[in-house]
RNA sequence: CGGGGCGUAGCUCAGUUUGGCUAGAGCGCUUCGUUCGGGACGAAGAGGCCGACGGUUCAAGUCCGUCCGCCCCGACCA
């Protein structure tokens, strides 16, 4: 992509209504802009990002055995009445009667819709275990939107959902999860803690948060340095229940919640099978969601410096900055050229052909933070040379022109 | 929904206290020139229903009322 023909929009200046570092970044960088609150456009770089987020969840689903299929966001109000959380979720869903004097609510969740699916699918017990997710828009009516797409009225979230025959079964598929929902964050560049937490409207017995430290976060935890014990914050808890060691506070934003649900959605749907046995029997259900919009916020607030955004390379919308400093030179804007056409056939260069001052395409540089920017400018290239710069550290190496795409190619294979 | 803050140019903000001629600055944008390794300089331009509606007044960005929107804290939240 060409600078100069992109939709990128950098804000030089702070918008005052954004707080949080992660939120401030994002409108300066260009990712989102706000429609109104609680509702985000993503703009092109922003997408980039998502989807690249969204690839990384997709292979890690895949590679555990789950499948992905679409559910719609328009739901039956009356499935809700019937799994008994219309009245429960209140105002948080958003819900509406069309022309036909039908009940419909914008999906907040999906446990409803996909019990119901299965259980009109499931019949035996050979067609289990199933784990089955989706990528998909949710709607919430939150009653306070904030921090950009932390907390969003619409958002992405990628929620799996296991069904199997028996509580071994689900321990086994709640396990596989949570193991893939440890490479997935850790492949988005973040570090997480897990902890065990409140099953709350979701009901079931068991579940596991993901939690991201950050200043911005909305939950806060306590963690025992002794013996690792991680848990939500209580009132009156001053000691480590486990080792009465001390514990520290620390604020987290929730990326990822994992249940087991046991029988309580297929119960009152009837998602039952027959078992080898002869015996009819209720599915045995997990569900286990990640917040992907909510990701990147959390990943800009752990991958951030002043002078803006570091991308972790698996989630940055570009692989590679190439930056010519003075376009209006044949020979910068040469070499320019030829590293970008040839590199472009492997990776997602992005060619800052600007007619810019160096300054500005510095400052915007760090500020949408692509790993890795090669720059060339006169009097590198005089001397035969182009500049490579890292901006994590800003570390600074140079290489001759004429090897430089064989270089920056082992540099992003690395 | 309770408490607090704020709405003036694309962005950041003066101006409102004490009403007064044609509403300002910086950045950004357009054109020209000089520049060119960390958001340059000069010149000339474009850009405003001062959030909306109603009131007070000879006169409202400024005072009063209502509404709308945005931000923060709280309550709430897979």
Excluded at 162 to 172: A, E, H, T
Excluded at 213 to 228: F, M, Q, R, T, Y
Aim: aromatic fraction near 8%; proline fraction near 4%.
């Amino acid at each position: 992509m060409r600078w100069s023909k992109s939709f990128i929009s950098t804000l030089k200046e702070v918008p005052e209504k954004a707080e949080s570092v992660s939120h401030r970044l994002m409108l300066r960088s260009g990712l989102i802009r706000m429609l109104f609150s609680g509702a985000y456009s993503y703009l092109p770089l922003g997408l980039k990002v998502l989807r690249n987020i969204e690839q990384i969840v997709r292979e890690e689903m895949d590679a555990c055995g789950a499948q992905e299929l679409l559910l719609p966001g328009l739901q039956p109000q009356d499935l809700w009445v019937k799994s008994g959380r219309d009245e429960q979720m209140g105002q948080t869903m958003i819900r509406f009667v069309d022309r036909r004097g039908r009940k419909i609510c914008l999906g907040p969740t999906h446990e409803e819709v996909i019990t119901d699916v299965v259980k009109n699918q499931v019949r035996s017990y050979k067609q289990l275990p199933v784990i089955l997710y989706q990528i998909q828009t949710k709607y919430r009516d939150e009653l306070r939107p904030r921090f950009g797409v932390m907390r969003a009225c619409e958002f992405i979230m990628k929620d799996a959902y296991s069904f199997d025959i028996d509580d071994k079964g689900l321990d086994k598929n709640y396990q596989l999860m949570l193991e893939a929902y440890k490479k997935i964050f850790s492949r988005c560049g973040l570090s997480f803690l897990t902890t065990e937490a409140d099953c709350g409207v979701m009901g079931g017995k068991e579940s596991c948060e993901f939690m991201v430290p950050a200043s911005s976060g909305e939950d806060v935890i306590l963690h025992c340095s002794k013996c690792n014990l991680t848990k939500i914050k209580e009132e009156g808890l001053e000691k480590c229940p486990q080792c009465k060691g001390a514990l520290e506070e620390q604020t987290v934003i929730e990326v990822g919640h994992v249940f087991k649900l046991g029988t309580k959605y297929s119960k009152v749907s009837n998602a039952v099978f027959t078992g080898a046995d002869g015996k009819i029997k209720p599915i045995v259900m997990g569900c286990y969601g990640i917040g992907v919009s909510r990701l990147i916020a959390a990943i800009i607030e752990q991958n951030n410096d002043n002078d803006g955004i570091i991308w972790p390379k698996e989630v940055s919308p570009y692989d590679l900055l190439v930056a010519p400093l003075n376009i209006t030179d044949s020979k910068t804007k040469e070499v320019a050229e030829k590293i970008y056409k040839e590199l472009s056939i492997e990776f997602n260069v992005l060619l800052d052909d600007r007619d810019e001052r160096p300054g500005m395409k510095f400052k915007d540089a760090d500020l949408i933070g692509i790993p890795l920017r090669v720059i060339i400018g006169e009097k590198n290239l005089k001397a035969g040379k182009v500049e490579l710069v890292k901006r994590q550290n800003k570390e600074t190496s140079f290489v001759e022109y004429d090897t430089a795409v064989s270089c920056i190619k082992k540099e992003l294979l690395g």
